[in-house]
């Protein structure tokens, strides 16, 4: 098993939709999450970290959901510049702490 | 504030010939990350620098892939002999230091690699 699994995608969605990605994770001892974004042939970008109460950050919402090492991305009313792939990253703790591990990533094509 | 940089942004070689990579970190970050990206693939760690000190190397290929952080500041990783499985993306990241929560992670912009 996978230490970080997306969703495979690509998924393709007009203008307007709300989206999900959903992650999974095998380290029960992971202490920090994050969704990172990352344009085509570009680097990767922090775009937010994940809390257990869940977080907002405009038309973005994460949550995490311990128990069942799951980690999502709700993206709302999507825009053509959220085109990218979405990477979920958790920290290997109880190892070497303060690495981060990465899935796959999910790509996300937002179309007029 | 200038970013992470790396150089050179693209390298084509042939097989069994060397390589190396250099990036610059954030001023004052302490924290050095070399990371290998396939396509398709997320980031995957090479080495892990606090300060010169290599903390963390596990995931290092060592008979050929080396890296050196001499002042705690730029590093460099080097490949030799590079094989044709080696052609990757090679990511640089910083942050100003490994704690918990770790800080934010920033990228540079990668050395492409393809080893013909």
């Known amino acids: 098993r996978k230490e970080v699994e997306q969703d495979p995608g690509p998924f393709n969605v007009p203008e307007g939709a709300t989206v999900a990605f959903n992650c999974t994770y095998s380290?029960?001892?992971?202490?920090?999450f994050f969704w990172y974004r990352q344009d085509c042939r570009k680097e990767p970008k922090l775009l937010m970290s994940v809390y257990s109460s869940g977080n907002e950050d405009g038309r973005f919402t994460a949550q995490l959901n311990r128990a069942s090492q799951y980690i999502s991305l709700l993206i709302r009313d999507s825009k053509l510049s959220d085109s990218a792939t979405y990477l979920c990253v958790v920290t290997n703790d109880g190892g070497s702490q303060g690495n981060l591990i990465f899935g796959k990533g999910t790509k996300l094509s937002v179309k007029p | 504030e200038a970013g992470v940089v790396q150089s050179p942004r693209y390298k084509i070689i042939e097989k069994k010939q060397p390589v190396a990579f250099w990036c610059n970190p954030i001023s004052g970050h302490n924290t050095l990350y070399w990371y290998l990206q396939n396509l398709g693939q997320g980031p995957e760690l090479l080495i892990r620098?606090?300060?010169?000190?290599?903390?963390?190397d596990s995931q290092l290929p060592k008979d050929r892939f080396s890296a050196e952080r001499l002042k705690g500041v730029d590093s460099t990783l080097k490949i030799q002999p590079a094989e044709l499985g080696d052609s990757a993306v090679y990511l640089c990241?910083?942050?100003?230091?490994?704690?918990?929560?770790?800080?934010?992670?920033?990228f540079g912009p990668g050395t492409r690699l393809t080893v013909l």
């Open positions: 990241a910083s942050s100003l230091d490994s704690g918990t929560p770790p800080n934010e992670q920033f």
């Open positions: 380290n029960s001892a992971s202490q920090s």
């Open positions: 620098y606090e300060n010169e000190e290599a903390v963390d």
